[in-house]
């Protein structure tokens, strides 16, 4: 186990470019017809200088998508960027990548996070398509690029992901990738002075509960 948290570290590490002298590594994205059509560009840690306005346009398809979370906060760039700084490049087990298409714009983003070491198993978070009405496809070809990169690259053993339980398009696409449902968990409404969430509930098979969500785990090879 503390040997794949190293190789986990030290990989999301050298794909953030945390060190001076790292090589922006990007993976292709292809369609159907294995025609190259996108490439998902990680969030390097030098953001700010290389992914121009990166913290205002991703603040706007987040406001855009609020069900992408399960929070409810106000949007600025300030507050995008804390969270791009102190929970996807400080932490160890979250990378996040840009769906850039051939013609440099920015579409979308797509993720893994939430590591269980001993089960050498991973989320795919912050699923979200931020341009709409174009670019047919894209992110069940994203989803699957990643997909074969945790399982080839970083040999993931088990991948996971969670929807909102009314989330029927949501769900389509993730099964059009592989993904079957595992279990339904409860959540619980957590109210702070500048945010509202949802978080797992202690018990998460609990009957009544105003809010669920539904784990889907990756059945493909």
């Known amino acids: 186990m503390k040997d794949f948290k190293f190789f986990i570290k030290e990989t999301f590490d050298s794909y953030k470019c945390k060190s001076r002298f790292d090589i922006l590594k990007c993976l292709p994205v292809y369609n159907d017809e294995n025609e190259l059509i996108a490439y998902l560009r990680p969030i ?3 953001y700010r200088q290389s992914i121009r306005n990166c913290a205002e346009f991703m603040g706007d398809w987040r406001a855009q998508n609020p069900s992408i979370s399960n929070s409810t906060f106000d949007i600025t760039i300030e507050r995008t960027e804390r969270w791009l700084d102190n929970l996807i490049i400080g932490r160890d087990d979250r990378l996040l990548f840009l769906i850039q298409m051939l013609n440099g714009e920015y579409v979308g ?11 050498e198993l991973a989320e795919i978070d912050s699923i979200l398509r931020g341009v709409k009405n174009a670019y047919p496809g894209i992110m069940t070809y994203s989803i699957r690029t990643l997909l074969w990169w945790g399982k080839n690259v970083i040999k993931l053993k088990e991948i996971e992901l969670s929807t909102e339980e009314d989330n029927e398009k949501s769900m389509a696409l993730y099964e059009r990738c592989g993904f079957i449902i595992k279990k339904k968990k409860a959540l619980i409404k957590v109210v702070k002075e500048d945010e509202v969430r949802w978080d797992p509930a202690e018990n998460e098979d609990m009957e009544n509960a105003e809010r669920y969500s539904i784990v889907m785990k990756y059945n493909g090879d």
């Not at 983003?109 to 089960?119: E, I, T």
Request: charged residues 15%; glycine residues 8%; proline residues 0%.
């Open 44 to 46: 390097t840690s030098d």
């Open 109 to 119: 983003h797509v993720g893994y996070s939430s590591f269980n070491y001993d089960l």
